[in-house]
């Protein structure tokens, strides 16, 4: 099982970008995906996570201005993110809580894609 993301990149203060992870492999079942963030020195960030029936929690600092949505067919993830700030320059990981064929249930990691805003 791999977890790819992309998406990553530069924006200016108010602007956007979109993250995407796709988890590929021999997947019987995904129950939770979502993406964390770190920034160097500080602790993994939970941004926002949703089920398989679509619902879905944010950070309260990213509330309003983030949105996360799931593709089951694709098993991919994403994150539209909106009125960027520059407080949100991070490492971005996508995860997945997920059931291999063959296997136990199991939480896998994309590898991380950078985002920098600008003032």
């Known amino acids: 099982v791999q977890l790819q993301a992309s998406g990553g990149g530069l924006a200016q203060a108010g602007g956007s970008l979109r993250l995407s992870c796709a988890a590929s492999?021999?997947?019987?079942?995904?129950?939770?995906m979502g993406w964390y963030r770190q920034n160097p020195g500080k602790q993994r960030e939970l941004v926002a996570v949703i089920t398989s029936d679509d619902s879905a929690n944010y950070a309260d600092s990213v509330k309003g201005r983030f949105t996360i949505s799931r593709d089951n067919a694709k098993n991919q993830v994403s994150l539209q993110m909106n009125s960027l700030k520059p407080e949100d320059t991070a490492v971005y990981y996508c995860y997945a809580v997920l059931k291999p064929y063959g296997s136990t249930w199991s939480t896998d990691w994309g590898q991380g894609t950078l985002v920098t805003v600008s003032s």
């Open positions: 492999g021999s997947i019987l079942r995904i129950n939770v």
